[in-house]
Nanobody, 111 residues
Framework: QVQLVESGGGLVQPGGSLRLSCVAS????????MRWYRQAPGKERVLVAS???????YYVDSVKGRFTISRDNAKNTMYLQMNSLKPEDTAVYSC?????WGRGTQVTVSS
């Protein structure tokens, strides 16, 4: 079955960086588009970035120029490089594919 496991979250100061990873299994990773979502406390889950099977990317306006989504098909892994982090980036970040969600990884941006 499809499994998605995120890692890389943590506590970081404003202006800092983190790289999230999502390791996938149970399907042919290279064939599918994938997405990163986030859910801040008390708010709905929202799309942050997506990457197609061909490598085309999309970013929500609030993270453009700061976040970079990528994938390594040989490792069945998707990444989210997050730079210049702000307190409003604090959320649980989850990866999504084919109706499946990972458990998420907590990112906290605070001084």
């Amino acid at each position: 079955q499809v499994q998605l496991v995120e890692s890389g979250g943590g506590l970081v100061q404003p202006g800092g960086s983190l790289r999230l990873s999502c390791v996938a299994s149970g399907f042919t990773f290279s064939r599918y588009d994938m997405r990163w979502y986030r859910q801040a406390p008390g708010k709905e889950r929202v799309l942050v970035a997506s990457i197609t099977s061909g490598g085309s990317t999309y970013y929500v306006d609030s993270v453009k120029g700061r976040f970079t989504i990528s994938r390594d098909n040989a490792k069945n892994t998707m990444y989210l490089q997050m730079n210049s982090l702000k307190p409003e980036d604090t959320a649980v970040y989850s990866c999504y594919i084919l109706g499946y969600w990972g458990r998420g990884t907590q990112v906290t941006v605070s001084s």
